[in-house]
Nanobody, 126 residues
Framework: QVQLVESGGGLVQAGGSLKLSCAAS????????MGWFRQAPGKEREFVAG????????KYADAVKGRFTTSRDNAKNTVYLQMNSLKPEDTAAYYC???????????????????WGRGTQVTVSS
């Protein structure tokens, strides 16, 4: 079992930056593949970024590629999402998720993740 708590969301102008953190507690954090997803009102939850257990592999949705970066610090049990050049269409609730699946490939579908945080709101004004 692992508990996930996101932080760092807020209101920012277009072109600005935010850094989200997801702190994990419980079982050994390094054993989890981590993902970031987002959900806007009236839309399905969508994959944003992911990182494997060893951080060797990362993957990004096309909509955020080149603007967002995910990283992890296994010593701090934390995964991060650095978001730059934010756009109004990035407005959503952002969730981190953990998966016990051991794979060298980043997991991009929500059903592959076992645990979820409660989310943090990101609002980008134009």
């Amino acid at each position: 079992q692992v508990q996930l708590v996101e932080s760092g969301g807020g209101l920012v102008q277009a072109g600005g930056s935010l850094k989200l953190s997801c702190a994990a507690s419980g079982r050994t954090f390094s054993g989890y593949a981590m993902g970031w997803f987002r959900q806007a009102p009236g839309k399905e939850r969508e994959f944003v970024a992911g990182i494997t257990q060893t951080a060797v592999s990362t993957k990004y949705a096309d909509a955020v590629k080149g603007r967002f970066t995910t990283s992890r610090d296994n010593a701090k049990n934390t995964v991060y999402l650095q978001m730059n050049s934010l756009k109004p269409e990035d407005t959503a609730a952002y969730y981190c998720a953990a998966s016990t699946i051991l794979t060298p490939i980043v997991l991009t579908t929500p059903m592959r993740y076992n645990y979820w945080g409660r989310g943090t709101q990101v609002t980008v004004s134009s």
